[in-house]
């Protein structure tokens, strides 16, 4: 069973950056596909980044394409908005291809907060 736990989130201002962390254990890590969703107040999770097994293909949302560095253990997010705010999930997919589609992640983290003053 692979466990995931978030850490890293808080209060930035706009224009400001965070470095979210994914921890994983319980299972092999190389074999896992890893993504990023986001989940804010009253809308649907929504994808946010993923990466590769082999860390050599990433993937991003419109939405924050040149501003967020996925990495196989982390989410590197830059020149944050205010609509980043948000629960951020970390979660691992045993698909070889990576995916857009949370329901095609087994493992999820729990979350961890950002909020984004203006």
């Known amino acids: 069973q692979v466990q995931l736990v978030e850490s890293g989130g808080g209060l930035v201002q706009a224009g400001g950056s965070l470095r979210l962390s994914c921890a994983t254990s319980g299972g092999t890590f190389s074999t896992y596909a890893m993504g990023w969703f986001r989940q804010a107040p009253g809308k649907e999770r929504e994808f946010v980044a993923a990466?590769?097994r082999s860390g050599g293909t990433t993937n991003y949302a419109d939405s924050v394409k040149g501003r967020f560095i996925i990495s196989r253990v982390a989410l590197q997010m830059n020149s944050l908005k205010p609509e980043d705010t948000a629960v951020y999930y970390c979660?691992?997919?045993?698909?070889?291809?990576?995916?857009?589609?949370?329901?095609?992640?087994?493992?999820w983290g729990r979350g961890t907060q950002v909020t984004v003053s203006s």
């Open positions: 990466i590769s």
């Open positions: 979660a691992a997919s045993a698909r070889f291809a990576i995916s857009t589609i949370g329901s095609e992640y087994a493992y």
